[in-house]
DNA sequence: TGTACATCAGTGAACGCGCGTTCACTGATGTAC
DNA sequence: TGTACATCAGTGAACGCGCGTTCACTGATGTAC
């Protein structure tokens, strides 16, 4: 094993990716720019495309790699909870402590934007394999008797709808709302976990 | 009552809005520029400059409108709904419809870029204005029995949360997701609501 | 171990571009008398 | 009603800038013999 040196370092594009996830932390997704990164870095400008071929490259390995973390996030989660309607509200928990842990990843992955064909189809297969945590929690639930009176589906997305907005009013930031909207994030987690088991519990008629 | 002209025809102010809404649904707000705008609106580039004083003038007006269109079809919703219950439900979807229905706008309102002050003053009061008939109905709910478990503020970010993920995943588009797993956005809106109800019913206890 | 050579991973200059904004201007509209 | 003038709402040229990307280059590293 050769360490590598300041020269070939061999860890430039772990270096790239940080200073991308720092510049989206303060400036938003928006006016980040491959200079302002290369900048970050402490590299010249041209050299983050021997790494990635372009901008849209570096963003969607940053996608990619929030998605990884995002499924291991939940299955850890699951994984140390007991019984499944425990582990499912463990699963919301575990999406909004990620979003809120890892905010600048939790924009890049969900950022509207159009990407092009190539970045879909490298970060899809990740977003698949997170989204899948979800739906095996919710296999699992209903085979205990568990959420029968709603698609399975529509279980999911409710519940994913239920975690997907309150993280992203915590990522966001209620750019909306007064200050102090938001102000105890712990207590708000409790109470849509709360929510997810109730969804779950009730099994509400999907008419 | 004069008829403004083509020229000087003091509706450009209304022209630029609509194009401006028309390329955000189109390429998102990243990559809006003021040059587009103009051109979209047929106009020279330095026009709207006269009617907004800059870039950040044009999404603050934009995201001051939009919440008060949210702000009018949560009323209109509210007053439509009998009973207190029946009111945070229809509450809940006029929320997804909305977006739904104006993905530009809710894009603008909700974008987490940093805003300047003076965009922040004008927008500030008509959001909380809007996040105020959500608190009203909530108020309206705990005077009669209903969701006593739960703060009350905790059960409107809650409540706001639901539907705002799901409004969010309809219109930020599923780029996670395989096609189609969205494909039914109805049925959607009608779970989330019983989750609403379910919320409310259940009283969740907070702790 | 030493030497020759290929490859890798950086550098810095250069390109062309669209952008936001300013400015002097001009034609249309509104107002005073 | 007519005329003089102020103001309003556009135009188009011009500015300076940072950007994404390319390119020839160079020094460091790895490999064959």
Redesign the pocket.
């Known amino acids: 094993m050769?360490r590598?040196?300041?020269?070939?370092?061999?860890?430039?594009?772990r270096i790239i990716l940080r200073a991308t996830l720092s510049l989206i932390e303060q400036e938003g997704v928006a006016?980040?720019?491959?200079?302002?990164?290369?900048?970050n870095a402490?590299?010249?400008?041209?050299?983050?495309?021997?790494?990635f071929?372009?901008?849209?490259?570096v963003i969607a390995a940053l996608a990619a790699d929030g998605f990884e973390l995002l499924e291991a996030a939940l299955r850890s989660a699951v994984e140390r909870a007991e019984g499944p309607q425990a582990r499912f509200e463990a699963c919301g928990r575990a999406y909004v402590r990620f979003a809120v842990g890892h905010p600048a990843y939790f924009r890049v992955m969900f950022r509207p934007e159009r990407a092009s064909a190539e970045e879909h189809s490298r970060v899809s297969p990740r977003a698949h394999a997170a989204y899948q945590v979800l739906v095996e929690v919710v296999s699992e639930c209903r085979r205990a008797g568990l959420g029968l009176g709603v698609a399975p589906r529509a279980l999911v997305l409710t519940g994913w709808s239920t975690v997907h907005g309150l993280a992203s009013l915590l990522v966001n930031g209620p750019s909306a709302l007064g200050a102090g909207a938001l102000d105890n994030p712990e207590r708000l987690e409790r109470v849509v976990a709360k929510t997810l088991g109730t969804l779950l519990a009730q099994g509400a008629r999907d008419r």
Chains 1, 2 share one sequence.
């Open positions: 050769k590598p040196t300041a020269y070939h370092h061999g860890d430039l594009p006016h980040l720019s491959m200079r302002e990164i290369a900048r402490g590299v010249s400008h041209a050299a983050p495309y021997h790494h071929g372009d901008k849209a490259g």
